[in-house]
């Protein structure tokens, strides 16, 4: 039973700025809903590597192929960093892989597009690695110690792979006229779903109001993503890129770029699970987790002896 006393000393301590700990008190939906949001944000660094994981065998030099594995490799560090800090609310994470391989959670809409081209793989550094740095560096300051801490070091690592992408991005943009040509549609099909990265409107995001009543979440949807057109346009005009948006324009009294409206019908279809590649992520996962199943056995048989020599010594 939470008491009104309870709640309003929680509410307290996030208004002057204190972390939440895991065994300090706090609200069943405080706890619900960090599981849901932190559980689809560790499923993303796990699915995420798939799309970049498909060109490590295609990188086209060795530095390249060297830097894009350290990248993926990051992306699964971040996933199990996620999903231990998500276990300190009191959840396993079998519990949590079972979810996802079940289809019963979420993940970042944007890992449901294919990788066509290598130059996604820079414009997938610095789009949606960009829109993701938006984001994490407001979580950064969430009222949750283990999370805020997860996104710290995260965002770090996020920062290098951001440089990685614009690095590859800024070398085709001013390579041959195929090359150019090349990043440019990868930046054709990537710039929405960058931007759905961030979720529905304000107006439609059920769940805003809470996280940032309880201080998770300290800045809405749209606020983010007008952050992220505002600082990336200047960029894709220092390398000569376009943005795929007609109704781009400058607003000199807000400091804003303005920008057209999102097919929230493809993003709605994408989040139910019909997007371009969601059924291929699911499949690849499921087997993975099929072909892992020895390592879990072993590991467990491992920590089972190791138990039983401590208890018998
Ligand atoms: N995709 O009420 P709303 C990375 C769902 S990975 C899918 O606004 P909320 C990287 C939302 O869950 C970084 N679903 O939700 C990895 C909700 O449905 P439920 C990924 C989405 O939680 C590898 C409903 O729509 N980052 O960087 O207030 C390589 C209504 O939305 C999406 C994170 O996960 C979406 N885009 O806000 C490269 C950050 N948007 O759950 C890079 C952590 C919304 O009620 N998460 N939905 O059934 C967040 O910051 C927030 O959860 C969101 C959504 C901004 C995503």
Not at 82 to 89: D, G, P, Q, V
Not at 105 to 132: C, E, H, M, Q, R
Not at 271 to 278: A, F, L, Q, T, Y
Request: net charge negative; glycine share 6%.
């Amino acid at each position: 039973m939470e008491t009104s006393e309870q709640l309003l000393e929680f509410e307290s301590k996030i208004a002057e700025g204190a972390k939440i700990e895991p065994k300090d008190w706090m609200p069943d939906r405080y706890r619900s809903q960090l599981i849901r949001m932190m559980s689809q944000h560790a499923h993303s660094e796990i699915v995420g590597m798939l799309p970049e994981g498909n060109w490590i065998t295609r990188a086209p030099n060795l530095r390249r192929k060297m830097t894009l594995l350290a990248k993926v490799q990051d992306e699964a560090g971040h996933g199990l960093y996620i999903y231990s800090a998500t276990e300190t609310l009191g959840i396993e994470r079998s519990e949590l892989i079972d979810q996802l391989l079940e289809g019963k959670a979420k993940y970042s809409s944007i890992f449901n597009y294919p990788t066509l081209s290598w130059a996604d793989i820079g414009v997938i550094g610095w789009l949606v690695d960009g829109a993701a740095i938006v984001n994490q560096t407001m979580l950064a300051k969430a009222s949750y110690g283990p999370y805020s801490r997860a996104m710290i070091r995260i965002c770090k690592e996020e920062n290098f792979h951001k440089k990685q992408g614009f690095e590859i991005v800024t070398t085709l943009a001013a390579g041959t006229p195929e090359q150019k040509a090349m990043v440019q549609d990868a930046v054709n099909r990537w710039w929405w779903p960058s931007l759905m990265m961030f979720g529905p409107h304000d107006a439609e995001s059920t769940n805003s109001s809470e996280l940032m009543q309880w201080g998770v979440k300290r800045k809405s949807n749209d606020s983010l993503r007008q952050h992220f057109v505002n600082i990336t346009v200047p960029q894709a005009r220092a390398v000569d890129l376009t943005i795929p948006d007609p109704e781009l324009e400058y607003n000199e009294e807000t400091g804003d770029w303005k920008f057209g409206e999102i097919d929230w019908n493809e993003f709605y279809q994408v989040i139910k699970g019909n997007g371009p590649c969601n059924r291929e992520r699911i499949a690849a996962r499921r087997s993975a987790h099929d072909n892992g199943a020895w390592v879990r056995e072993a590991a467990r048989a491992y920590a089972d002896k190791q138990l039983t020599r401590q208890t018998t010594s």
